[in-house]
C-alpha cells in the first residue's frame, strides 16, 4: 500500500482594503457645532486683519479710491450735470460710497483666489473646522474696508463741500446700509473666486460685471436724463436701489422703500451665493 504525498496548497494573502486617507481623516473629526462655527469664523477673520495690518497696500483701493474719484468726479462733472460744484455733491457721494464698496468687495474674490493657488487653504483640510469659516472669516474682516471706504468718501464730500441734510444719524445710516449690501454681494465674487481659474481671471470677470452695473446706474447722473431703455435699466438696477437709499438717508434722513428693496436683495444674494460658494470651495479639498 503507498501513500502519496501532496504538497499542501499555498493560501494567497488577501490584499487589503484601500482606504482614502482622507475619508479615515474625516471619520476622525469631531462634529462642529455652531458655537464652535463661530469661534472658528471670528478667529479666521483675525487672520484677515493681521494680513491687512502686515500688507498696508491692501488699504490703497480704501484710502485713495473714494478720495481721488469724489474730487474728480466733483470737479469734472459738478459744473456739467448740477452746474456747479456744490448742487453736484448731494447727488455725487451716495454714488461715489456705492462704487467704492462695491469695488471694494470685488477683491474680496480676488484675494481668496490667490490664496487657494498659494495653497493656504490646503492647510485647513486636516483642522477639524468648519467649512464655511474660512471664507465667511475674511468676509467679516472686509467690514473694516467697506466702512473705511464709505467713511473716507462722506469725508471727502464734507471737505469739499457737502452738508448732508439727514445729519449724523443720517449719514451713518447711510454708511451702515452700504456695508451691509456690500458684504452681501460679496459672496457673489467668494463665489467666483471658487470657480475662476485665476485671481487675474477672478478681477477681469469682476470688473466686467461691476462696471457696467456701477455706471449704468443713477450714481453720477440723474435717471431721468437717460434714454428710455438706459433709465428703464436703471429702475431695476440693483446698484440704482443702494444709491437711492443711501441718498434718501443722508440728504433727508428718511427710511423709504428704496431702504427695504437694497435689503432685500443683499438678503437674496446672500441666501444664493452663500451656499454656492461653500459647495464650490469644497470641491479644492
Known sequence: MSTVLTEPTAV??????????????ARTRARVGLGDTLSQTFAMAWRALKKMRRNPEQFFDVALQPLLFTAMFAYVFGGAISGDVHSYLPLLIPGIVAQTVLTTCMA?????????????????RS??????????????????????????????????????????LGVLGAIVLAVLTGWAIAWAFTWIGTVARSARSVQGISMMILFPLTFLSNAFVPAKTLPG????????NPVSHLVSATRDLANNGVLTWQVGWTLLIGLVMVVIFMPLSVVSYKRHL
Not at 494567497?12 to 481623516?25: Q, S
Not at 469659516?133 to 471737505?159: C, K, Q
Open 229 to 236: 431703455w438706459l433709465e428703464a435699466f436703471t429702475k431695476v
Open 12 to 25: 494567497r494573502p488577501r490584499p487589503a482594503p484601500v482606504t482614502d486617507p482622507a475619508v479615515i481623516v
Open 108 to 124: 474680496t474674490g480676488t484675494q481668496l483666489r490667490e490664496d487657494l493657488d498659494k495653497g493656504v487653504f490646503d492647510r485647513f
Open 127 to 168: 483642522l477639524p473646522m468648519s467649512r464655511i469659516a474660512p471664507l465667511a472669516g475674511p468676509m467679516i474682516a472686509d467690514l473694516v474696508r467697506y466702512l473705511i471706504a464709505a467713511s473716507l468718501t462722506y469725508l471727502m464730500g464734507v471737505a469739499l463741500g457737502y452738508r448732508p441734510g439727514g445729519g449724523v
